[in-house]
């Protein structure tokens, strides 16, 4: 029998802080593993360029990647390094909701851990939350931590 999967959508924000502490804590208590999962929004599909609502034109990918990895990825694991838990982390590039969608298929995860918000409220009123979009196609038991 394979190990119970729990993703975590992560984004650097103190709601995917949390959902990445609610999915570590379950994940203790059911012997689950994890998967941080960052997705990094392609400029080119941005809707607007408004400050706020998207993020900024990303010129060196690798560089962002990079940043990413160093400041939110890897913190997140040497913080719950010692909860005995196996914590694996990707950072993928897409629309959030589809990337997550799409690695929750493929990896066949047990369940979905997202912040109830993500780093902008002005963003989610305006273009739906990633939270909100999962909650309508997910097709597995979605977490949202507040």
């Not at 650097?12 to 593993?33: F, I, M, N, P």
């Not at 706020?52 to 690798?62: F, K, S, T």
């Not at 950072?91 to 912040?115: I, Q, S, Y």
Request: hydrophobic share 45%.
């Amino acid at each position: 029998m394979n190990k119970c999967l729990y993703l975590v959508g992560v984004d650097g924000s103190e709601w995917g802080d949390r959902a990445t502490e609610r999915a570590v804590h379950l994940a203790k208590q059911t012997g689950a593993q994890v998967k941080l999962v960052y997705v990094l929004s392609w400029p080119a599909v941005q809707p607007m360029m408004v400050e706020e609502v998207a993020p900024p034109i990303i010129l060196d990918q690798d560089e962002e990647e990079k940043q990413v990895t160093k400041n939110v990825l890897e913190p997140l694991k040497r913080k719950y390094s010692g909860a005995d838990v196996p914590i694996t982390t990707e950072l993928v590039w897409g629309d959030p909701a589809l990337v997550l969608h799409d690695c929750a298929k493929e990896e066949r995860a047990n369940m979905l851990f997202v912040g109830r918000r993500g780093r902008s409220r002005f963003a989610d009123l305006i273009l739906g939350s990633v939270a909100n979009k999962l909650a309508h196609c997910i097709g597995i038991p979605l977490v949202l931590v507040p």
